[in-house]
């Protein structure tokens, strides 16, 4: 059987599959309840986690203009053919 990333988080935080209810409709509740507890623990997850920015062509070469060797430097680390451009003096 697949799994869904859900169904993997509710088995794994809550036992589901370890679940002793057997009444369909008590079963049906605790699903319900478990899914709602998951959806709201993951959006309060969204909320806190700090955005990581994404990384850009833009930030690379702005990193860079601020940095010791600013634009040779960038343009050594670009067109270098061997590894020891990385090493230029700072």
Same mark, same amino acid.
């Given at each position: *059987?697949? /799994?869904?990333?859900?169904?993997?988080? &509710? !088995?794994?935080? *809550? #036992? /589901? !599959? +370890?679940? +002793?209810? @057997?009444?369909?409709?008590? #079963?049906?509740?605790l699903g *319900?309840?478990? &899914? %709602?507890?998951?959806?709201?623990? %993951?959006? $309060?997850?969204?909320?806190?986690?700090?955005?990581?920015? &994404?990384?850009?062509?833009?930030?690379? +070469?702005k990193r860079?203009?601020?940095? !010791?060797?600013?634009?040779? @430097?960038? /343009? #050594?680390? %670009?067109?270098?053919?061997?590894?020891?451009? $990385? @090493? %230029?003096? @700072?």
């Amino acid at each position: *059987m697949i /799994e869904s990333r859900l169904h993997h988080i &509710r !088995d794994v935080t *809550m #036992a /589901e !599959d +370890q679940s +002793q209810v @057997r009444h369909p409709n008590a #079963a049906l509740v605790l699903g *319900m309840v478990r &899914r %709602l507890v998951v959806s709201f623990a %993951l959006a $309060w997850l969204k909320a806190v986690r700090p955005v990581k920015p &994404r990384a850009t062509a833009r930030t690379l +070469q702005k990193r860079f203009h601020h940095r !010791d060797g600013g634009h040779a @430097r960038l /343009e #050594a680390l %670009l067109f270098a053919k061997s590894p020891s451009a $990385w @090493r %230029l003096p @700072r």
